[in-house]
């Protein structure tokens, strides 16, 4: 059976695939409700009247929940907002598959100096409340980005990220227990 990406997306959630109606009804939880718009957003950005609307109420929610991220931000299925309010993402920022990213967190265009662009993050990275990610970096895939951690500089993968300076720890299973319900 092939599913939509928004029921991948509420997969990491419930850990089961759902119908229409279920999502719907679990769409009373801020971070799944702004899930679920900006999916139909990007579904049908292009297009003159729906995408429009969908636009103005992904908008409306933005301001209301605290979310500011753009239908133009490539993300990949299964991604998981652990908590909601006070998120910032780059509109050119790429985000992998199977992604946690909590509350506070920053993912942010550098406008000046080396690493002047926008970071690209792998798959199955779980970013912690608070962290900062800045520039043209590449996130690895498998990483566990601590909380209040800022990042500057390219991160292999299995890699934990800590502090500010961040610091670069190897580790082979980094998100075991902090990704579950992998799509």
Avoid at 25 to 51: A, D, M
Avoid at 74 to 94: D, S, T
Wanted: proline share 5%; net charge positive; glycine share 8%.
């Amino acid at each position: 059976m092939s599913y939509s990406i928004i029921q991948k997306d509420f997969y990491r959630e419930s850990g089961r695939y759902l119908s229409s109606f279920q999502i719907l009804k679990k769409c009373f939880s801020p971070n799944l409700h702004y899930i679920y718009l900006l999916r139909k957003t990007q579904r049908h950005y292009k297009k003159p009247v729906i995408g429009l609307f969908y636009k103005l109420i992904l908008r409306h929610y933005q301001i209301k929940y605290g979310f500011q991220i753009y239908p133009e931000t490539q993300i990949g299925e299964g991604l998981y907002l652990g908590h909601w309010g006070q998120l910032v993402i780059n509109p050119k920022a790429k985000i992998g598959k199977n992604c946690n990213i909590a509350q506070g967190v920053t993912i942010a265009q550098a406008n000046r100096g080396k690493n002047e662009g926008v970071p690209i993050i792998g798959d199955e990275v779980w970013i912690g409340p608070n962290a900062v990610i800045v520039g043209n970096i590449t996130i690895g895939n498998n990483v566990l980005v601590a909380p209040n951690a800022y990042v500057t500089t390219d991160v292999p993968d299995n890699s934990i990220v800590v502090g500010n300076p961040a610091v670069i720890s190897s580790k082979a299973n980094a998100t075991e227990n902090y990704i579950n319900n992998k799509v």
